[in-house]
């Protein structure tokens, strides 16, 4: 059984920037960052929102370099998923496999995961036209044209976001009307750039290195179609990856960790990052949220005088 002051699970910004932090600050510390480490931004292609790069910087390349910098600070990583935690600690208890780890203090950034349609021509043009963030590759289209699934806030959202660049936008909806809120209908619906498909469903995403069109199905009618675009934005919905943590910690009826600041429900076990950020969702604002959370961890090291923390 190994120990550590602090264990970082995740491994995305939110979690590599809390990890960094708390290895500079001279406390042991892991990250379990999971099978598929790196989180959303190693599905994207150019990142031009994350201060420091004058120049787009590949998301894969951005998590790789943050990676370094925290092995740099003397973070061990592992990447593996967690099994399940206890943490009726402390000592709480996270198992990777077959072996259970001990640490003073947690940091949860396992993030959230996007709700695809689950498509292999989606899948396969992940990142060349398909995306699940507006803010995030919006101004990629300026000058084209777009499609937008999904009828909740989140597509709406997306879809008025999305005007600011694209010549239109098309939402595609599988029901006759909106579950956005009102106040979102109203702006989509007399915004000019805003066209809307009623009552049908994408069948599939067309091209081959990049988003050409999607072939669409009436539900009402069994009618086939195809609308010629360039990108692609599916807004159905996130999942925050929080499994492992029921009936450890508080969560909010759609699974997210409830917290005040970064502050969970249990003393000494703190979030970071889309986990319990259904709002912003930016690669800047969790790195933030792992900065935060690794400096009230290590206060409460120091609060409990478990460890002295380097200044």
């Known amino acids: 059984m190994a120990e550590y002051d602090v264990i970082v699970i995740g491994s995305g910004p939110a979690g590599l920037t809390a990890a960094i932090y708390a290895g500079r600050a001279l406390v042991k510390t892991l990250i379990i960052g999971g099978r598929t480490t790196g989180g959303q931004l190693m599905l994207t292609s150019d990142v031009e929102?994350?201060?420091g790069f004058a120049n787009p910087i590949q998301g894969p390349s951005l998590m790789t370099e943050m990676r370094k910098q925290a092995e740099r600070f003397g973070a061990e990583i592992i990447d593996d998923d967690v099994e399940r935690v206890d943490f009726s600690g402390p000592p709480f208890k996270v198992t990777v496999g077959n072996q259970t780890h001990t640490?003073?203090?947690?940091?949860?950034?396992?993030?959230?995961s996007a709700k695809w349609l689950g498509l292999p021509s989606e899948s396969n043009l992940l990142g060349k036209g398909v995306s699940g963030c507006a803010t995030c590759d919006g101004y990629f289209f300026r000058g084209k044209r777009?499609?937008?699934?999904?009828?909740?806030?989140?597509?709406?959202?997306?879809?008025?976001?999305?005007?600011?660049y694209a010549t239109?936008?098309?939402?595609?909806?599988?029901?006759?009307?909106?579950?956005?809120?009102?106040?979102?209908?109203?702006r989509a619906l007399s915004n000019t750039k805003i066209r809307f498909v009623w009552n049908s469903v994408i069948q599939e995403v067309l091209g081959t290195k990049s988003v050409e069109g999607v072939k669409i199905k009436d539900v009402r009618t069994g009618e086939l179609s195809i609308i010629a675009c360039?990108?692609?934005?599916?807004?159905?919905?996130h999942q925050p990856n929080?499994?492992?943590?029921?009936?450890?910690?508080?969560l909010d009826e759609k699974g997210y960790v409830i917290s005040k600041g970064t502050k969970t429900s249990v003393d000494g076990v703190f979030v970071a990052g889309d986990v319990h950020d259904y709002?912003?969702?930016?690669?800047?604002?969790?790195?933030?949220?792992?900065?935060?959370?690794?400096?009230d961890s290590l206060a409460y090291l120091e609060e409990q005088k478990q460890v002295t923390v380097s200044a």
């Open 49 to 51: 929102n994350f201060p």
């Open 230 to 237: 360039d990108g692609l934005f599916v807004a159905i919905g």
């Open 103 to 112: 640490a003073k203090s947690v940091i949860i950034a396992t993030g959230s």
């Open 168 to 186: 239109e936008v098309v939402v595609v909806h599988r029901r006759g009307e909106l579950r956005a809120s009102k106040i979102m209908q109203q």
């Open 279 to 295: 709002k912003y969702r930016q690669a800047v604002t969790a790195a933030g949220e792992g900065c935060r959370a690794a400096l």
């Open 146 to 164: 777009v499609v937008v699934v999904g009828g909740g806030d989140t597509a709406i959202e997306e879809a008025l976001f999305l005007t600011k």
């Open 242 to 250: 929080t499994k492992i943590f029921e009936r450890q910690i508080a």
